[in-house]
């Protein structure tokens, strides 16, 4: 069946294009990009569904580079179908899983699995990303050449930092041979020390262990300094910092093939936020001041910060019921995303809308290099439609995420999105 989507606010950033216009999409391609198509003449030649975008944002599919979709191994929390439905509501057209599934995607007889559930299951464009070392254990690389060529988009040791060097080097030096980035998760394992949120003035009222931001800093500074001698593609996830942004705004400033992502909850709170000990508000990293929530936002506003990134990581009630000190890290996120980014950032005048197409779809389709994050002709449909003026309430009881792990259920934001088509095919709507 063929769309025409009436009336939009169309913005790709790939052409620049911000305006009033209709989009016809024919099979599952993108056909035309005019002012008035004719909704008459198109329904005398074919069968169309047409959508009424007035007043509403049409933007390429947005694409998150850091998702956790559990499968296989931990399918109580998330599975590959609730995790893409998940995202599908998200307004999500494609998607990265991490590798730290059990087992890990660490091999192609793994990748190969995982592939065969996307094949079955995945309601949106599902890439996987392979692990860096074997079992994720930091001490011998994967055949990451063989996983490229088998369909890894990008390896990463998510969940950890590859502690090793030297090792790390050396997947560097592969992934620039290959063409693929590095995505890379920023912790030094041993400066940790049992930590479980921000270290500073709330951990030590709640009388919490906590993460100094050197933690993450010194790897920040690691990883740019390897990218820098291996030329290597370096993508810098979930980056919770002041530093993290200092370090990646002198990097670009170098020319250094570096970017960086922002998730939501990070310029969403500050520690002041966390007013109990309440296992919801506990991520890796953490949430972090007042002075680094800030920077992340100016680094967004200034270009420094190139993504938008959930790092979507369900876990069930009972895991995440109780003290920090027990719980494992993670919040869900691909369904209050894009709310956050209207009321955070948007309705704030930190972006414009142009520019919130470009960091949740344009940028992060350059990063994994994929032919999509663009509403030109001739493109794959994968068009996102946001209502920006409706406001609603967080409720985590109507995720279709597992996971119900969350610090804003009960928050009102603004910013709904309407509908999502992957490939040609309305898979949320939201009317
Ligand atoms: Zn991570």
């Given at each position: 069946m063929n769309i025409l989507i009436k009336n939009g606010r169309v913005l790709d950033p790939a052409t620049d294009k911000d305006g009033i216009y209709d989009i016809l999409v024919t099979d599952n391609i993108i056909t035309k990009v005019e002012s008035n198509i004719d909704e008459d003449a198109i329904k005398s030649e074919q069968e169309c569904k047409v959508i009424d975008?007035?007043?509403q944002f049409v933007m390429p599919g947005l694409i998150d580079l850091h998702v956790h979709f559990r499968e296989p191994g931990f399918e109580y929390k998330e599975t590959i179908k609730t995790g893409s439905l998940s995202a599908a509501r998200g307004g999500f057209t494609s998607v990265c899983p991490m590798p730290n599934t059990k087992p890990v995607i660490d091999s192609v007889e793994m990748l190969e699995k995982e592939l065969d559930i996307i094949k079955r299951d995945a309601v949106v464009n599902v890439y996987p990303v392979a692990a860096i070392t074997k079992g994720m254990k930091g001490e011998e690389l994967t055949d990451i050449r063989e996983l490229v060529k088998h369909g890894a988009i990008a390896i990463s040791e998510d969940g950890k930092s590859v502690m090793n060097s030297s090792l790390l080097r050396e997947a560097m030096k592969i992934a620039k041979e290959t063409g693929i980035p590095v995505l890379s998760h920023c912790e030094d394992i041993n400066l940790?020390?049992?930590?479980?949120?921000?270290?500073?003035e709330r951990s030590e009222e709640l009388g919490l262990k906590g993460i100094s931001n050197a933690v993450e800093d010194i790897i920040v500074a690691r990883d740019i300094m390897l990218a820098k001698e291996t030329g290597c593609r370096l993508h810098l996830c979930h980056c919770s910092t002041y530093d993290s942004v200092r370090l990646i705004e002198e990097a670009k400033k170098e020319g250094l093939p570096v970017t960086g992502e922002v998730c939501p909850h990070h310029f969403s709170l500050?520690?002041?936020?966390?007013?109990?000990?309440?296992?919801?508000?506990?991520?890796?990293?953490p949430i972090r001041t007042k002075k680094d929530v800030d920077e992340l936002i100016a680094g967004i506003h200034n270009n420094i910060m190139d993504i938008i990134s959930t790092d979507h990581a369900p876990h069930s009630e009972e895991e995440k019921t109780g003290s920090m000190t027990k719980a494992p890290f993670g919040i869900v996120g691909l369904e209050t995303s894009v709310s956050l980014v209207v009321t955070e950032l948007l309705d704030k005048g930190v972006i414009t809308p142009l520019k919130m197409a470009e960091i949740m779809s344009y940028n992060p389709a350059k990063v994994i290099g994929i032919d999509r994050g663009t509403l030109q002709v001739g493109k794959v449909a994968d068009i996102t439609i946001i209502d920006p003026n409706k406001e609603y309430v967080i409720d985590?009881?109507?995720?279709?995420?597992?996971?119900?792990?969350?610090?804003?259920?009960?928050k009102k934001v603004k910013g709904k999105v309407m509908t999502t088509i992957v490939n040609g095919k309305i898979v949320y709507s939201e009317c």
């Open positions: 975008a007035s007043n940790v020390e049992g930590g479980v949120m921000n270290k500073g500050t520690e002041e936020d966390i007013v109990a000990d309440d296992a919801n508000y506990k991520m890796n990293p985590k009881n109507e995720f279709v995420s597992k996971g119900k792990n969350t610090p804003f259920d009960g």
